[in-house]
């Protein structure tokens, strides 16, 4: 069975990303087709990427690099809870990805995004970067309205039919991260 981190894309306080990813957990937990995991890129204190080497080459010398590139390495999928700020993704969640290369290829990965409309520009600028670090990337995705699932614009409600969404994420998320499990045992 496949291993899949839910990862929280925001660090800001008061942050509606813990919320989204705690909704995306409790969902995916009724399923049996793979582990879930939640992953706080918060609770690694990343700071601006301060790497010497390109994360290419895999030459981490710091202690939270190192911590992270672990965390990041058991996982088969990933699941990016992501907020839309200035029509792209949070830095911090660009920062997270970047810090890392090896830990993320060949692997699978779906969206849930939140915002004015829906986080799908974020999602967009996420599916970019993806390319780039050999993610795969599914077709399904949750998007989110700050209008209409958010009461007042803050607390968390989202419509039920966001269910159905985040499972046929899932679907594919897992059914890819399945699959390429056998491309990198080769
Ligand atoms: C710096 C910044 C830029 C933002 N830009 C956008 C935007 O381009 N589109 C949008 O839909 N919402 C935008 N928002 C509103 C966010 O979607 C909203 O604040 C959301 O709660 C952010 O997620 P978070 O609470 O998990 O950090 C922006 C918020 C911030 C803080």
Avoid: C
């Amino acid at each position: 069975m496949i291993k899949l981190a839910i990862i929280v894309g925001s660090t800001r306080p008061g942050r509606k990303a813990e919320a989204v990813a705690r909704w995306v957990l409790e969902i995916a937990q009724k399923r049996s087709d793979a582990q879930f995991e939640f992953v706080d890129i918060q609770d690694f204190h990343l700071p601006l990427l301060d790497e010497a080497m390109p994360p290419a080459m895999g030459q981490y010398s710091q202690p939270h690099t190192k911590a992270w590139a672990a965390k990041i390495d058991a996982f088969d999928a990933f699941v990016f809870v992501t907020p839309e700020y200035n029509h792209g993704t949070s830095g911090a969640l660009k920062n997270a990805i970047d810090y890392l290369f090896r830990e993320w290829n060949n692997k699978a990965a779906g969206f849930v995004g939140y915002g004015s409309a829906g986080g799908t520009r974020a999602v967009e600028q996420l599916r970019l970067t993806m390319g780039e670090l050999m993610v795969a990337d599914v077709r399904a995705q949750v998007a989110l309205s700050l209008f209409t699932d958010f009461e007042n614009f803050s607390t968390f409600k989202p419509a039920p039919s966001h269910a159905k969404s985040v499972n046929t994420m899932l679907d594919q998320v897992i059914a890819w991260g399945s699959a390429l499990q056998t491309l990198r045992k080769k």
